[in-house]
T-cell receptor
Framework: GQQLNQSPQSMFIQEGEDVSMNCTSSSIFNTWLWYKQDPGEGPVLLIALYKAGELTSNGRLTAQFGITRKDSFLNISASIPSDVGIYFCAGYYSGGGADGLTFGKGTHLIIQP | GAGVSQTPSNKVTEKGKYVELRCDPISGHTALYWYRQSLGQGPEFLIYFQGTGAADDSGLPNDRFFAVRPEGSVSTLKIQRTERGDSAVYLC???????????FGPGTRLLVL
C-alpha cells in the first residue's frame, strides 16, 4: 500500500522561529491534507490542498501540494506556544484502492519560550 | 451538534470481552469513517460508510471487527473477543458526500487488559 514519510519526526524550536515540515509518498495523491492533534484530542484540519502546485495559506500556516503529486510541505511562521502539538500530513487518492486517508507518522513540535 | 462526537471517551475492558464504540457525525454529513491510532503513529483507516452501506471495509484487521450505520447517521464499531493488541484510540470522522475533507471526533481510548 501507499506509504507516507513525514519529516522531521520532532522539532525543538524557540518561540518566534519559523517551522517547516514535509511529507513524501511512494505514489501519487489527488489531495493533501494537514492536521494538528493535541493530546487527548482528535486531529483538527488545518489546510486542504486539491491541485498539484497549489499553495494555500491559513493565517501563519502555508502549505503546498508538490507538482509531482507525491509530496507536500507545511510552514508555520513566527511560532507561538499554542502551536505545540503533533502535525500530520494525510493523502487521498480517488482513483481506486482504500477510500480512507493515508496518514504520516507525525511531526512533534515542541516550542521553548 | 457542532462537531463529531464519540462515546465513550475511554473504555477499559478485559481480554475476550465484546465492546461497542459509538460515533455521531456532523449533521448533514453522509460519509463516515473509522480509523485506529496506535501510540506514536498516525491514524490508520478501518472502514468507510456512504449513507447506510459500508462502501469500503478494506482496513478492518480481521473478522472480529464490524461496524454498522443502520440509519445513515450514528455508527457503531463493534469488536468481538478483544485482544490486548486492540488497545488504541479509535477515531471517527465525517465528511460531506464522501469528499476527502474529513473532520474528526475526539476519539475513544480503548484499553484491553
Amino acid at each position: 500500500g501507499q506509504q507516507l514519510n513525514q519529516s522531521p519526526q520532532s522539532m525543538f524550536i524557540q518561540e518566534g522561529e519559523d517551522v517547516s515540515m514535509n511529507c513524501t509518498s511512494s505514489s501519487i495523491f489527488n489531495t493533501w491534507l494537514w492536521y494538528k492533534q493535541d493530546p487527548g484530542e482528535g486531529p483538527v484540519l488545518l489546510i486542504a490542498l486539491y491541485k498539484a502546485g497549489e499553495l494555500t495559506s491559513n493565517g501563519r500556516l502555508t502549505a503546498q501540494f508538490g507538482i509531482t503529486r507525491k509530496d507536500s510541505f507545511l510552514n508555520i511562521s513566527a511560532s507561538i506556544p499554542s502551536d505545540v502539538g503533533i502535525y500530520f500530513c494525510a493523502g487521498y487518492y480517488s482513483g481506486g484502492g482504500a477510500d480512507g486517508l493515508t496518514f504520516g507518522k507525525g511531526t512533534h513540535l515542541i516550542i521553548q519560550p | 451538534g457542532a462537531g463529531v462526537s464519540q462515546t465513550p471517551s475511554n473504555k477499559v475492558t478485559e481480554k475476550g470481552k465484546y465492546v461497542e464504540l459509538r460515533c455521531d457525525p456532523i449533521s448533514g454529513h453522509t460519509a463516515l469513517y473509522w480509523y485506529r491510532q496506535s501510540l506514536g503513529q498516525g491514524p490508520e483507516f478501518l472502514i468507510y460508510f456512504q449513507g447506510t452501506g459500508a462502501a469500503d471495509d478494506s482496513g478492518l484487521p480481521n473478522d472480529r471487527f464490524f461496524a454498522v450505520r443502520p440509519e445513515g447517521s450514528v455508527s457503531t464499531l463493534k469488536i468481538q473477543r478483544t485482544e490486548r493488541g486492540d488497545s488504541a484510540v479509535y477515531l471517527c470522522a465525517s465528511s460531506r458526500g464522501g469528499t476527502e475533507t474529513q473532520y474528526f471526533g475526539p476519539g475513544t481510548r480503548l484499553l484491553v487488559l
